[in-house]
């Protein structure tokens, strides 16, 4: 940034506030994304066959296909479907793809780093529509995913990527009968989870690292909030509250002394700024 040099360059374009935006690799010298080949809303095509692409900065060629219809034959993709892909941990061995479309579930599929590396076109199931995963974060081998299955006001529970069972998973927060659980983050302070009460009182709770449930004291009342973190490793967390009466606040959550601090309001962007932005 202080050198306003331009590092790399490339006519793959993204949309970084939607489709997964884009990720770094566990080495930061490359990056996920999903490539939208026609982005003028007026042409024909606009948001079709979009492609979940891997672009290596250091070697600054061109980037590679990982996850696509053209690329995933084997997988079905409609060409209105987006291919996403998932790195959120850079310790993790592996990466997850899914076909995002009309549905409210998608299908997952799982591939290692060292066949990505090896450029072998090697994806495998992970879960189904049916195993209504609504968001999921994979650590290590565990994936910690919020799903509906069995727990209409969702619950979050984990599985083996070695021997995925969205059958019998472990449950880790089960469902509340008059909340329902909208999000999801992890630090390494624990798992932060929101749950909501008739759809406009939201609430912040956190299972720390021995499984006790706890509330977190907010500083102000919100219909719906957002979480955001730095890494599963780290304690960094970011709050964004959304309430009637006021537009979205964000906050640094500070762990340790169990406080919040608003962020500066004139770095803050709506979802409604940040869907407007492409590059």
């Known amino acids: ?41 007026s042409k024909k095509g606009y948001l079709f066959n979009t492609e979940g692409i891997y672009f290596d900065i250091e070697k600054k060629g061109e980037a590679n296909v990982l996850f696509s219809k053209s690329n995933n034959p084997e997988i ?23 076909v995002a479309g009309v549905a409210r579930y ?6 290692s780093l060292e066949s990505i590396s090896k450029k072998e076109n090697n994806w495998n199931p992970l879960f189904k529509i049916t195993d209504k995963v ?41 469902e509340y009968k008059d909340e329902i659980i909208t999000k999801f983050a992890i630090t390494k302070d624990g798992i932060y989870f929101v749950k909501v009460k008739n759809g406009v009182e939201a609430r912040l709770m956190l ?18 909030i957002s979480l955001k973190t730095k890494s599963p490793r780290q304690s960094d967390l970011w709050v964004t509250f959304r309430g009637c009466g006021y537009n979205s606040v964000k906050y640094s959550y500070y762990s340790k002394k169990t406080s919040f601090e608003v962020e500066n309001p004139e770095t803050n ?10 590059i």
């Not at 079905?76 to 899914?98: A, C, M, R, V, W």
């Not at 962007?269 to 492409?278: H, S, V, Y």
């Open 106 to 111: 998608r299908d997952g599929y799982i591939t």
């Open 207 to 224: 299972l720390d690292v021995k499984g006790i449930i706890k509330p977190i004291e907010l500083p102000i009342k919100a219909g719906a």
């Open 269 to 278: 962007l709506t979802e409604k700024d940040k869907d407007k932005i492409m």
């Open 76 to 98: 079905f993709f409609k060409e209105e479907d987006f291919p996403l892909l998932y790195f959120n941990d850079y310790k993790n061995q592996y990466i997850i793809g899914t």
């Open 134 to 174: 609504r968001r999921f974060i994979l650590i290590g081998n565990e994936l910690i995913y919020l799903t509906a299955k069995n727990a209409s006001n969702f619950r979050i529970c984990k599985t083996s990527i070695l021997q995925p069972d969205f059958e019998n998973p472990t449950v880790l927060v089960s």
């Open 1 to 41: 940034v202080k050198s306003k040099k331009i590092l790399f360059e490339t006519n793959k374009k993204s949309w970084p506030g939607a489709l997964g935006g884009i990720k770094w690799n566990s080495n930061c010298n490359g990056i996920y994304f999903t490539h939208v080949p026609i982005t003028d809303k």
